[in-house]
């Protein structure tokens, strides 16, 4: 069972930038998996934001974030780092971190075995 922490969340300003990390409560190494953040605003569904591979390479991004917003992964340090900049009003949402053990990209929540509680980012206009 993979338990995952997500920390960095807090009140912040548009235009502004913040960093969120995700790391592994227990035993696990994550470069064994494929790494995901995705995001639910009250009352919506939720959604993907972004997704690196395990292997690394080219990460993946919603259109909404691209160009904003950038994910990384330090295997030896067991973390993946979501970097959002620019950020507004419309990014406010308890952000996730997921894992999924496999290679493979894919953008659904369901495809994602692996969860942490989440951190709520609230951006102020």
């Known amino acids: 069972q993979v338990q995952l922490v997500e920390s960095g969340g807090g009140l912040v300003q548009a235009g502004s930038s913040m960093r969120l990390s995700c790391v592994p409560s227990?035993?696990?190494?994550?470069?064994?998996?494929?790494m995901g953040w995705f995001r639910q605003a009250g009352g919506k569904e939720r959604e993907f934001v972004a997704a690196?591979?395990?292997?690394?390479?080219?990460?993946y991004y919603a259109d909404s974030v691209k160009g904003r917003f950038t994910i990384s992964r330090d295997n030896a340090k067991n973390t993946v780092i979501l970097q959002r900049n620019s950020l507004t009003p419309a990014d406010t949402a308890v952000y996730y971190c997921a894992a999924r053990y496999s290679g493979t990209h894919r953008p659904r929540a369901d495809d994602y075995a692996y969860w942490g509680q989440g951190t709520q980012v609230p951006v102020s206009s």
């Open positions: 690196i591979l395990r292997s690394g390479g080219t990460p």
């Open positions: 227990g035993r696990t190494f994550l470069s064994r998996h494929t």
